[in-house]
């Protein structure tokens, strides 16, 4: 379980840059490399490139750590720079030739995702982890608020924001896996996001 | 755009965030955050919606290789010393202590480390540093070592190419962050990696070369021997 006070204790250690830096950031790596290679695997899909992406968002992370702001978790400012850097590898040059040299077509790829919508959801949700003993009320309401919400969407709605967030899938990509039009599928990603926002936004479960 | 209604950024923003906003678009979106502050802030009240936390259950053990060959990267054995120098004594022998224990951990952690034969020197006149580029038993990997740390200036990226030695166009082997770095070969590439093909590093922006092809300045060359 990653303790979330005690990461971003670790984490302004770190960013002071003196001598005991390094061991925290160490500590961090220790910590949350787990989860946020889990993260970049589930998006590139393989395994040494997932250790790529890991290893550079990491080197991003030591970069930026006066950029990490409080209010928000730091798993989630980690796993975003993850994120980010996995979006960027798959739609590289470089992913699609690779891809072909493996004789996999995207389409393929797609096959085999596990699509099971609550699955996903329980993966993308961490109920334990994310709570530090101080701000443990506020966060864990915005937690359930968002996946109460997720659960009132249309099913086509939230099983397209979940895929496309899960493995960092295009419109394209959408349209190919469910079999519907790129137009029907890109409609079913902005609407989710704008019922999602509202939920969230009448409950009053924003984080803040 | 008016002021409080900013419909179409809020939706480029959740696009944004779930990952659909792609290539050209998304890096165009990158740019207007660092320059427009109006999108960090819708940014981050979108973010306020919808930031799952990623759960345990995905969790996947990383290669042991995987810190120290960050803490190299980073310089961060470096900044690991001073803790001796509190204790005024043997600061000598503590150096070389520590670096023995450093040392033997890294063998230690990585005990099936690939062994690595050098294959090409790397140089330039705009480069930071020397770099000798080495191949792995298996032809799988590529390691680059620096003749000192060097990380590319803050906004880009390195970029290793490999020119193949029938003159056709050169093809990305990897983006790095630093000088000091470990790239997979491509499966297709590695007959490409022989005598006569040449090694470069050219500086692109982060996440490397938008066109597949080197856009910035070629820093370093080297044949392959």
């Excluded at chain 1, 009132?152 to 709605?157: C, H």
């Excluded at chain 2, 944004?16 to 427009?36: D, N, P, Q």
């Excluded at chain 2, 990623?54 to 060959?69: H, K, Y």
């Excluded at chain 2, 600061?91 to 202590?97: E, M």
Aim: hydrophobic share 40%.
């Amino acid at each position: 379980m990653i303790d979330e006070s005690e990461l971003k204790r670790l984490l302004s250690v770190a960013a002071l840059r003196g001598g005991a830096a390094a061991a925290a950031f160490e500590r961090v790596y220790r910590l949350t490399s787990p989860v946020l290679l889990g993260v970049a695997l589930k998006i590139v899909r393989r395994r040494e490139l997932a250790e790529e992406v890991l290893h550079d968002a990491f080197v991003k992370i030591w970069r930026n750590l006066d950029s990490f702001d409080p209010h928000g978790t730091a798993i989630g400012w980690m796993s975003a720079i993850v994120r980010n850097r996995a979006l960027d590898l798959i739609e590289s040059h470089d992913m699609s030739r690779v891809d072909s040299y493996h004789d996999t077509t995207r389409s393929s790829h797609l096959d085999s995702i596990d699509d099971n919508p609550e699955a996903s959801l329980d993966r993308l949700f961490d109920w334990g982890s994310a709570e530090g003993a101080d701000q443990s009320l506020a966060r864990k309401r915005a937690a359930a608020v968002l996946r109460g919400c997720l659960g009132e969407l249309d099913a086509p709605e939230r099983q397209s924001l979940v895929l496309a967030y899960e493995h960092g899938l295009s419109h394209g990509d959408l349209a190919v896996h469910l079999q519907r039009p790129l137009g029907t599928v890109k409609t079913w990603v902005r609407r989710g996001m704008e019922h999602l926002k509202r939920c969230v936004e009448r409950c009053g479960g924003a984080a803040t | 755009m008016k002021l409080g209604s900013h419909t179409l950024l809020d939706a480029i923003c959740a696009e944004y965030l779930i990952g659909t906003l792609k290539g050209h678009a998304r890096r165009r979106f990158e740019r207007a955050l660092r320059e427009e502050p109006l999108v960090g802030l819708r940014l981050r009240d979108i973010e306020r919606t919808f930031t799952p936390l990623p759960s345990e259950a995905i969790a996947v053990t990383p290669s042991t290789d995987g810190w120290p060959r960050l803490m190299r990267e980073l310089g961060l054995e470096v900044e690991r010393v001073p803790w001796y120098r509190r204790f005024g004594l043997w600061p000598s022998l503590a150096a070389v202590s520590a670096v023995l224990a450093l040392a033997v951990a890294i063998t230690v952690l990585r005990p099936e480390a690939p062994r690595f034969t050098d294959i090409a020197q790397l140089a330039g006149d705009k480069a930071p540093a020397t770099v000798t580029a080495a191949l792995s038993s298996d032809r799988g990997l590529l390691q680059l070592r620096a003749s000192q740390p060097s990380t590319a200036p803050s906004g880009s990226s390195y970029e290793l190419w490999l020119l193949p030695a029938d003159g056709s166009a050169p093809r990305s082997l990897g983006v790095v962050g630093a000088l000091d770095a470990r790239v997979t070969v491509p499966v297709t590439q590695v007959s490409e990696l022989r005598r006569g093909a040449k090694l470069a590093v050219s500086i692109e922006p982060t996440g490397g070369s938008p066109t597949g092809a080197p856009t910035g300045p070629v820093i370093l060359v080297g044949e392959v021997s």
